[in-house]
Each structure stands twice: as structure tokens, then as C-alpha cells.
């Protein structure tokens, strides 16, 4: 069964980092895009930040510069977003999401179940 587990949320004050993990488990064969959503109450749930397989990134708008997505190569399961410069503005829901194909399922996408980042003034 396919699990994807998140760690990292929690408060900040404005202008404070916080750094994000999610990690895939399950009969994975390959997983082509691992990534980050939001969702702010009252708001429709965007993209963050997103890294395939090739390691090329893509970013949501509202990131200018202050996010990073990054893998390790030791963990290649694993997903960072390292978040810098935070603001009230990113206080949200942040969901995982991975596009993969496992033993069971051909390529199919999965979430998270979400870690609450708050970012106080």
C-alpha cells in the first residue's frame, strides 16, 4: 500500500524558514514527478513546487525565489522543500503529491495527508 508521509510543519513568525519532507513508500517501480500543493482555507488548493524525474523544477507564481524543492541522492523517495522569506500569506495546508507507478498501479497520482505550516506577523 502506498504511502505518503509528511513532516516538517508547524508556526513560524514572518520571515522564518521551515523546511518540509514527504517520503514515498510501497511497491514502487519508478515515480516520475514528486511534488508540494497548498490549500488555504477558503481557497482552491495550488501548486507549490514540483521535481521530476530528469530534476527539473517548476514553481507556483506567488514562490519568487524563496522556495526550494530538492532530493537527495541517498533518498530518492524523499522530497524537501526548504521554505525561506515565510509570510502570513503562506500559511496553508501543504500536501505531497507523487505521480508513480508501482507494482500494483501503472502511472497514477497520490497525496498526502497534509501538514498544517502557519506563519504568524
Known amino acids: 500500500q502506498v504511502q505518503l508521509v509528511e513532516s516538517g510543519g508547524g508556526s513560524v513568525q514572518a520571515g522564518g524558514s521551515l523546511t518540509l519532507s514527504c517520503t514515498a513508500s510501497g511497491n514502487i517501480v519508478s515515480i516520475s514527478l514528486m511534488g508540494w500543493y497548498r490549500q488555504a482555507p477558503g481557497k482552491q488548493r495550488e501548486l507549490v513546487a514540483t521535481l521530476n524525474s530528469g530534476a527539473s523544477t517548476n514553481y507556483g507564481d506567488f514562490v519568487k525565489g524563496r522556495f526550494t524543492i530538492f532530493r537527495k541522492n541517498s533518498a530518492k523517495n524523499t522530497i524537501f522543500l526548504q521554505m525561506n522569506s515565510l509570510s502570513p500569506d503562506d500559511t496553508a495546508v501543504y500536501y505531497c503529491?507523487?505521480?508513480?507507478?508501482?507494482?500494483?498501479?501503472?502511472?497514477?497520482?497520490?497525496w498526502g495527508q497534509g501538514a498544517q505550516v502557519t506563519v504568524s506577523s
Open positions: 503529491n507523487t505521480y508513480m507507478t508501482t507494482v500494483e498501479r501503472d502511472l497514477t497520482y497520490y
